[in-house]
């Protein structure tokens, strides 16, 4: 089966009571036994769910894995994988990565025992460098958020194997459609599937992918112990976006190179960050891993000429708003918004400033888009 294929396909199953075409919501806790161990595959909305588990395998089939848990967040995602670690061990990360991974390894995590490095991942040999001997997992998030910069995939797996180090890959930014962590020898992919796999900004949750069916037994035990697996209604609306996500991943990347082309020649703004422009350096490692560029584009305004606050009440089809990834293009300043959670310790290093501005390139007309941030832009 071909992506948009199992895009469509993948999970469904033919509805054994009226032939319903699209997976029914099973909206119920508990399901009944027809005597002492004797059920029909479930029997607690925690630790399984019809609707639920549909979504996992369809999610699975898309990046290429053994299984997939689908959680209430992405990030109860990222905290579940990081739960395959212990207290003392020691795990490295982007600079850069999303303000939320930041908060939870800092604030919540470091302060229980595990111990955490970040280093430019542009640079395999920083991250050489940074294994410990106690280091247990290498964190990629690429392309990074804001700033889109690129981690070698397979450069990073090669230096884990070596040690014998879990690696996880956060592929939220590209979804995998553009990329597949998995085939380039990742352990465990997570996604926010708040954002491109949903697409449509009407729910939150999360999905942790698996490499083998040892991680998938492991992360299963974990999602249903804590408790943050995602509810059969959220699983129903990503199920349904999912089916659209190579349309729209497209959709994305058309708007956002054009708003990207657009903003590299403007006098008011200070530089530009996308993959898809020449002006971005890692052009052959970009070629190797990723089919696409994705739909972010972050830039440095030249808030000396246009006052930040002014430029985005200008805006009419830009919604000041965090996330990303929804049919909806939308603007946000990171320093205040998205990343504010890093601190500003974290925001000095990952290089985020008052200027840095990141959009969400939605599946508008781009000539709408453009227009719109041409008149914005004008100060
Ligand atoms: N990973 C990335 C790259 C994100 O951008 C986000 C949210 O913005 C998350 C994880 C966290 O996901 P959620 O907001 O669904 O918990």
């Known amino acids: 089966m071909k992506f948009r294929t199992k895009a469509v396909h993948a999970g469904t199953k033919k509805d054994a009571t009226f032939n319903a075409v699209t997976t029914p919501i099973y909206a119920t806790s508990i399901f009944s036994f027809d005597e002492i161990g004797k059920n029909k595959g479930y029997d607690y909305t ?21 299984g997939c848990s689908v959680t209430a967040t992405g990030m109860a995602a990222i905290h579940t994988a990081l739960l395959f670690l212990k207290p003392g061990d020691h795990v490295i990360a982007n600079t850069d990565v999303y303000g939320g991974t930041y908060r939870l390894f800092n604030e919540v995590l470091k302060p229980m025992g595990f111990k955490f490095s970040f280093v430019d991942m542009r640079n395999l040999d920083a991250v050489k460098s940074a294994v410990t001997p106690e280091t247990k997992m290498i964190w990629v998030e690429t392309p990074s958020n804001p700033f889109l910069h690129i981690t070698d995939i397979a450069g990073v797996v090669a230096i884990a194997k070596n040690k014998k180090l ?32 949903n697409g449509h900004s009407d729910i939150v949750g999360g999905a942790i992918i698996y490499s083998t069916k040892e991680l998938q037994e492991r992360g299963n035990f974990l999602v249903n112990a804590t408790g943050v697996s995602g509810s059969p209604f959220d699983a129903w609306l990503v199920l349904r976006g999912v089916k659209t ?37 890692q052009q052959d490692l970009i070629k190797k891993q990723m089919t696409g560029f994705g739909g972010i584009v ?22 000041l708003a965090v996330s990303l990834g929804g049919v909806e293009s939308l603007i946000e300043a990171p320093r205040f918004m998205s990343h504010a959670s890093m601190g500003k310790e974290g925001l000095k290093n990952s290089g985020i400033t008052e200027e840095t501005v990141r959009i969400s390139a939605g599946i508008e007309d781009a000539e709408d888009l453009i227009e719109d941030l041409e008149q914005a832009l004008k100060g």
Do not use: C, W
Request: no cysteine; aromatic share 12%.
């Open 166 to 197: 879990l690696t996880v890959a956060d592929n939220t930014f590209l979804s995998p459609y553009f990329q597949r962590p998995l085939e380039l020898g990742v352990d465990i992919v997570v996604h926010s599937t708040t954002k491109y796999l």
């Open 298 to 319: 972050t830039f440095e305004l030249d808030t000396a000429k246009v006052p930040l606050n002014a430029f985005f009440k200008k805006l009419k089809y830009f919604a």
């Open 46 to 66: 925690r630790s399984g769910n019809p609707t639920r588990a549909a979504l996992e395998e369809n999610i699975a089939a898309l990046e290429g894995g053994v």
């Open 245 to 281: 996500l190579a349309l729209r991943m497209e959709a994305h990347q058309n708007n956002a190179f054009k708003i990207a082309q657009f903003l590299e020649g403007h006098a008011n703004v200070k530089k530009v960050f996308y993959p898809g422009l020449n002006s971005h350096p």
